[in-house]
C-alpha cells in the first residue's frame, strides 16, 4: 500500500528564513509526488509535481522539490520565507492506487 | 474559465436530513472526484469518476452517493445525514486518467450536520 508522511503538522520559520517542509512516501511502484498548497477558505493548488526526470523540480513562488528515492523523501524548500506564504501544505503520492495525501502542514510565518 | 464550482459553500443539517453538493467543471475534464477533508487527516477520496456515466469508490464511500450524467457535474449526495459527516467537501477534476495530471480543486463547501 502507498502511503505518504509530513513531519510536523504546524511549522513556524521567521520571514526571510529557510522553509523546510518533510514529506517522506512509500509506494511499490515508482511514484508521482505531488505539493500542493491552501490558503484560507480556499481550495487546494499545485505547487509542483515530480513524475519522471530531473529529480530536483522548481514549482511557484520559489518553491523547490527534491525527489529522493534512496531516502524516500520529497521535501519542500523556500531559501526565503515570505508572510504570504502562511498557508498549508500537503504532500501527495500516486503509485498503483489513487492519489494519497499527507494529513498537511500548517506554515506559520513570523513577522 | 470558471474551472471548478462548488455550491453551496456553507449548509448546515439536521441529522437524517438528505442533501446534494453540486460540483460543476467547465473544463472538459475526464476525471472528477470528492474528497473530504477533516484537521488532522489531510484529504480522503469519497468518490470519483473517470468518465459520463462512470463512478467508483473511493477510500471513505459510505454515507454518499454519486452519479455522473455529464461530463460537467458531478454531484455528490447524502442520503441521511449524520453528525460524523460534518466536513469540508472538495470537488476536483482532471484531464484524462493519468495520475500524473494534475487536479484542480474548487473552493469546498462547509457542512455541518447537527
Known amino acids: 500500500a502507498q502511503s505518504v508522511t509530513q513531519l510536523g503538522s504546524h511549522v513556524s520559520v521567521s520571514e526571510g528564513a529557510l522553509v523546510l517542509l518533510r514529506c517522506n512516501y512509500s509506494s511499490s511502484v515508482p511514484p508521482y509526488l505531488f505539493w500542493y498548497v491552501q490558503y484560507p477558505n480556499q481550495g487546494l493548488q499545485l505547487l509542483l509535481k515530480?513524475?519522471?526526470?530531473?529529480?530536483l523540480v522548481k514549482g511557484i513562488n520559489g518553491f523547490e522539490a527534491e525527489f529522493k528515492k534512496s531516502e524516500t523523501s520529497f521535501h519542500l524548500t523556500k531559501p526565503s520565507a515570505h508572510m504570504s506564504d502562511a498557508a498549508e501544505y500537503f504532500c501527495?503520492?500516486?503509485?498503483?492506487?489513487?492519489?494519497?495525501f499527507g494529513t498537511g502542514t500548517r506554515l506559520t510565518i513570523i513577522p | 474559465n470558471a474551472g471548478v464550482t462548488q455550491t453551496p459553500k456553507f449548509q448546515v443539517l439536521k441529522t437524517g436530513q438528505s442533501m446534494t453538493l453540486q460540483c460543476a467543471q467547465d473544463?472538459?475534464?475526464?476525471?472528477m472526484s470528492w474528497y473530504r477533508q477533516d484537521p488532522g487527516m489531510g484529504l480522503r477520496l469519497i468518490h470519483y469518476?473517470?468518465?459520463?456515466?462512470?463512478?467508483d469508490q473511493g477510500e471513505v464511500p459510505n454515507g454518499y452517493n454519486v452519479s455522473r450524467s455529464t461530463t460537467e457535474d458531478f454531484p455528490l449526495r447524502l442520503l441521511s445525514a449524520a453528525p460524523s459527516q460534518t466536513s469540508v467537501y472538495f470537488c476536483?477534476?482532471?484531464?484524462?486518467?493519468?495520475?500524473?495530471?494534475?487536479?484542480?480543486f474548487g473552493a469546498g463547501s462547509r457542512l455541518t450536520v447537527l
Open positions: 501527495a503520492v500516486k503509485g498503483n492506487e489513487k492519489l494519497t
Open positions: 476536483a477534476s482532471r484531464r484524462g486518467v493519468s495520475g500524473a495530471n494534475v487536479l484542480t
Open positions: 515530480y513524475t519522471t526526470g530531473a529529480t
Open positions: 473544463m472538459n475534464h475526464e476525471y
Open positions: 469518476s473517470v468518465g459520463a456515466g462512470i463512478t
